[in-house]
Nanobody
């Protein structure tokens, strides 16, 4: 059974950078998809970025392209979300999730396991 634990959230100013981590416990196979989602206050959960555990495929939401980078460290069973040039509209609870299929989905409905989330707040 895969379990995910996020960390790295916090309060930063606009323009700052932050790196989120998601540690996965349990066996991770190369075809698993790891995704980052976020849920701003009062809004629906939205896709941010995803990659295949093998690292061969990545996908980003338009609002974060060029600012956020998803990566993984297989030795540490960890997925990262490097966030640069943060904006107030990036404020949200950020979740990592695992999809056991072989397709990089952007819908949260496709993901099977979720972490507890970490709060990111960007002040203007």
């Amino acid at each position: 059974q895969v379990r995910l634990v996020e960390s790295g959230g916090g309060l930063v100013q606009a323009g700052d950078s932050l790196r989120l981590s998601c540690v996965a416990s349990g066996r991770m196979f190369s075809w698993y998809i790891m995704g980052w989602f976020r849920q701003p206050p009062g809004k629906e959960r939205e896709f941010v970025a995803a990659l295949r555990w093998s690292g061969a495929t990545t996908n980003y939401a338009e609002p974060v392209k060029g600012r956020f980078t998803i990566s993984r460290d297989n030795a540490k069973n960890t997925v990262y979300l490097e966030m640069n040039s943060l904006k107030p509209e990036d404020s949200a609870v950020y979740y990592c999730a695992t999809d056991f299929s072989t397709v990089v989905h952007t819908s949260s409905d496709e993901y099977d396991i979720w972490g507890q989330g970490t709060q990111v707040t960007v002040s203007s």
